[in-house]
């Protein structure tokens, strides 16, 4: 698959999220789909446990496939990220 961005709706990343709201607040970057993998790029106060809540998957998952363990993520920082519903 080439990368490209995929808007999802509201309703989607609810679905993939469990319903969490709490990416709406925080997680405000963007991403591309790599493969079996997203490519999650920090906004300016983006938290990974709000980037956890809009992929479905734990802070911890988050931590150990990107060898990080701050939890404020700086602007531009790339994430790879392996969503609950791509698996």
Do not use: C
Request: hydrophobic share 40%.
């Amino acid at each position: 698959m080439s990368d490209q961005k995929i808007p999802l709706s509201d309703a989607e990343v609810r679905n993939v999220s469990g319903g969490s709201a709490m990416w709406e607040r925080s997680a405000r970057g963007s991403f591309t789909m790599a493969g079996d993998h997203v490519v999650y790029t920090a906004a300016e106060g983006d938290e990974l446990s709000a980037v956890a809540a809009r992929y479905g998957v734990t802070v911890g998952q988050i931590q150990s496939w990107n060898s990080t363990a701050a939890d404020e993520l700086s602007s531009g920082e790339r994430l790879v990220i392996y969503p609950n519903t791509i698996r």
